[in-house]
């Protein structure tokens, strides 16, 4: 008996308690690289915001409102951007988003037509749906309308529950009246 070859159970039990580590370590850190995404995207989106209410104190309109007849309504994106890479507040990659979208400036559509609009393109529902109960202060787990009320829109500006997605990877348009 002694010439077989082979493991013993003791062995076999320390190179599954290595594999059972090392697959949370794996586990763990695609939760902390998802959550690091999610950061970035609240941060750079605020950003943004307080850059648009930075410009308005300086000059006395919004980035990308129209000079000649100021209204306190967004009327172009691209002037929005030029507006704030001329007073030095964003830079060419602050339009680039962290899930490959990209951010837009537009302000005077329904549902809130007197208010401005920070729209974010290709943005998941889990990531959607996060921002959405941080700023309005909903449940998002009892709250069947999270998504179609309050500040934050998902899918369009009238909303869409993100409920209604199969997948919380899917990627929709953001919309954030952040002025409101």
Known sequence: MKNQKGFTLVEMAVVLVIIGILMGAVLKGQELIKSAKEKKFFTKI???ASAQFTYLDRVGRYAGDN???PDGIIDSDTNAWNDLKAQQLVGDNDRR???NGVFIFGGGIS???NYNYIRATRVPAWVARS???KIDSVNSSTDG???RE???RWGSPTGRNYDSESDPNNARD???WFDR
Request: charged fraction near 10%; proline fraction near 8%; charge should be neutral.
């Open 131 to 133: 921002f959405d109960s």
């Open 67 to 69: 000079p000649n007849n």
């Open 174 to 176: 953001l919309y954030w």
């Open 150 to 152: 309050g500040n934050v």
């Open 46 to 48: 605020r950003y943004l």
């Open 111 to 113: 549902p809130y037509g």
């Open 97 to 99: 988003h962290i899930f």
């Open 145 to 147: 309308n999270i998504g």
